[in-house]
């Protein structure tokens, strides 16, 4: 595993500190702790580092190839990816909030005609129920977070690049995708999710089998 010259200083500065905060690592490197989790959250997913609650981070004497990593980076992203729920971009914001919390998903996927053009959350949806805008009127592709600015994962990538772009970008679920040719342009078409409740599956079937 390539680690980033910023996880690199992180394990420098934990060796020469620990146990040391992630509020003194934000601090040193001139970051907020929110950019640091995604690096912390790697960091100690492969063993690298440990986190002890109220104490901090130190350095751990395990190899840094931990059993998490060897596992989560053998699975591919079609073996655990489940079904989207996708709307069109003409659907209604009231007709998306009902398709939300009848599948009880975070992230609604938009298509139009089976390509990926957006995605839209709930935070979303809270926004503009909250403003006094007319949901029965409103298609949800006005207030949807537009292509090229989703990020998504294909098939054949692994568990560990899911989970990772998960926690760096803050999402509840990341859009499947394949690349196809359509008069002769590249477009995206959605062929699953995976969220943070597959990962979660990942880590409870990694314990049925230890």
């Known amino acids: 595993m390539k680690l980033t010259p910023r996880q690199q200083e992180i ?5 020469e500190g620990q146990p040391i905060t992630s509020e003194s690592l ?11 989790r995604p690096d912390l959250a790697i960091l100690t997913m492969t063993g690298i580092l440990e986190a002890r609650p109220k104490v901090g981070y130190i350095y751990s004497q ?15 992203v079609k073996d655990v990816m489940s079904s989207p729920v996708v709307v069109n971009e003409e659907t ?17 996927f938009v298509e139009n005609k089976g390509t990926l053009v957006g ?16 949901i029965h009127k409103v298609p949800v592709g006005v207030i949807m977070t537009r292509m090229p600015n989703i990020v ?3 098939k054949e990538d692994s568990g560990y690049l899911s989970a990772q772009r998960i926690i760096e970008h803050e999402v509840d679920s990341l859009p499947v995708v394949e690349r196809v040719f ?9 062929v699953g999710k995976i969220s943070k409740t597959n990962i979660t599956k990942l880590f409870v ?3 049925k089998n230890k």
Do not use: C, Q, W
């Open 11 to 15: 394990i420098r500065l934990v060796k």
């Open 26 to 36: 934000a601090r040193t490197l001139g970051v907020t702790r929110a950019a640091l």
């Open 62 to 76: 395990k190899p840094s190839h931990s059993m998490v990593y060897d596992y989560i980076i053998h699975i591919k």
């Open 92 to 108: 209604t914001v009231y007709d998306a909030i009902v398709h939300l919390f009848l599948n009880d998903v975070g992230t609604l």
């Open 119 to 134: 995605a839209v959350s709930r935070k979303d949806f809270l926004k503009i129920a909250i403003g006094g805008t007319d």
């Open 152 to 154: 998504f994962v294909e």
């Open 182 to 190: 359509e008069d002769e342009k590249e477009v995206l078409k959605i």
């Open 205 to 207: 079937n990694m314990g």
